[in-house]
């Protein structure tokens, strides 16, 4: 049996029709080096869509395996629950200092998902808390993804192959999608209208991913700020995809000129080596936690592999890398490079009816009377046959590469585009 074969008869992989899987030539990745991958046959791929987020300044980079090798040397994982962990508090202190939130505390998990979890969950119980009752909804917008757990699906838009799930999720008050020029008012006004009743409001700023990268003017977000001050509901920011430099900043809440009560944080908080997710609160969320032991303000929540020490040591290494490799510079230069090209290629290519990026993160709306699905994951198996990993998102082909590309790599993926545009819409 060759891996294919192999992999089929005992992966199950997510979001994909096992049916088919080995009839659409996946990439069996080995090994990595850079920013490429190298799969079991020796064949190079420049990694253009970071693992899908999470992957950000490259595989296999030296100072992130030695603090990986470093940390193995001690241990690998002890609990958070009830006890603490050098590594973790020492990656806790770090974070807490660059984190738009106040005197940030901060819950650890593993997946995003779990980190929206625990926020929701968290806004519900500050409200029960304070003695305020009533407060068990949240506004959330159309177009959202959050993750896949019930609650996270519950304040997710639908869509994403997951309407299946609708008798599963819990309502919210859905405010509309980031392409209407109203939202933010409507999502204001829908605020103060629910403000009785909604604990917390809970969006990713700046952009949406999962939608397809649907921008939001980042002055637009202050209109949330404020109504959420005046109605005194919490608001959570999901910087899953966001977080850790990939629009720009370290953080999309800094552009927004928001300081969130709850931020959400995951996908790069390791540099894409291992899994860890954290929910971040301010003081104020934190403060009315506290009370006698075994109380019932208490927060019961918590995750067996929250604060891992491996994880932790990535982390700590990679926030510090930063600002040693200037990480954030190369993001906003090359972003620009990037943007350059794609205006270049949208004007010879009638197909592409829309380009939007900010930072590293990127979508080429593919419009076709064929069906621009299929076209758009036709573009991407070109791609894959041209050295460059990438994936379709419906009718987009997302360009998300390590925030520490090359200017020569940037060329090869507009280059295994634009070849695989040519080759796929005809
Ligand atoms: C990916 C993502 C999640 C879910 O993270 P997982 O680690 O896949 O559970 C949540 N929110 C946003 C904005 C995401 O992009």
Redesign the pocket.
């Known amino acids: 049996m060759n891996w294919i074969e192999r992999d089929s008869a005992v992966v199950w992989h997510g979001f994909t029709q096992m049916g088919c899987y080995a009839d659409n030539a996946p990439v069996i990745v080995e090994r990595g080096e850079g920013r490429e991958l190298i799969d079991v046959d020796g064949r190079r791929y420049l990694d253009a869509f970071s693992s899908l ?1 999470v992957t950000t300044l490259g595989h296999r980079v030296p100072e992130l395996d030695q603090a990986l090798r470093e940390q193995i040397d001690r241990i690998a994982h002890s609990t958070l629950l009830g006890n603490g962990n050098r590594i973790a508090i020492e990656f806790a202190e770090a974070l807490a200092q660059v984190v738009p939130v106040d005197q940030a505390h901060i819950l650890f998990a593993s ?4 980190a ?1 979890e625990q926020a929701l969950k968290m806004a519900f119980q500050y409200w029960t808390n304070r003695g305020v009752s009533g407060r068990s909804t949240y506004l959330a917008f159309g177009g959202a ?4 757990s019930v609650g ?1 699906l519950s304040v997710g838009a639908g869509g994403f192959g997951t309407d299946i799930f609708d008798p599963l999720r819990f309502p919210v008050i859905r405010a509309p999608t980031f392409g209407d020029p109203q939202a933010f008012e409507t999502a204001a006004s829908l605020i103060d209208r629910h403000r009785h009743e909604l604990a917390a409001v809970i969006v ?1 700023p700046l952009v949406q ?2 939608a397809g990268m649907q921008l939001a003017p980042a002055a637009q977000f202050a209109k949330l700020r404020i109504a959420c001050q005046r109605a005194d509901v919490l608001l959570i920011c ?1 910087e ?3 977080g850790f430099g990939r629009t720009g900043t370290l953080f999309a809440a800094e552009q927004c000129g928001l300081r969130p009560d709850i931020l ?1 944080l ?2 790069g908080i390791t540099g894409g080596y291992l899994p860890m ?1 954290a929910t971040v609160a301010s003081q104020r969320v934190f403060d009315a936690f506290l009370g006698p032991d075994l109380s019932e303000r208490t927060f019961y929540h918590g995750h067996s592999y929250g604060g891992n020490a491996l994880a932790a040591a990535v982390a700590l290494r990679h926030l510090q890398l930063f600002g040693e490799l200037k990480v954030l510079a190369n993001v906003n230069e090359r972003s620009v490079q990037l943007r350059r090209a794609l205006d270049s290629l949208r004007r010879s290519r009638p197909c592409i009816s829309d380009i939007r990026l900010v930072g590293l993160m990127g979508a080429i709306e593919i419009s076709d009377a064929a069906g621009a699905a299929k076209t758009a994951r036709k573009i991407c198996a070109a791609m894959v046959q041209r050295g460059v990993l990438t994936r379709s998102l419906g009718n987009v082909v997302t360009l998300v590469p390590p925030l520490t590309i090359t200017a020569a790599e940037i060329e090869r993926i507009v280059a295994a585009l634009t070849g695989a545009i040519d080759e796929a819409v005809v």
């Open positions: 987020w997946d995003g998902a779990a929206v993804y959050h993750g896949d996270s990713e991913g999962a999901d899953v995809a966001t959400c995951g996908k997710s």
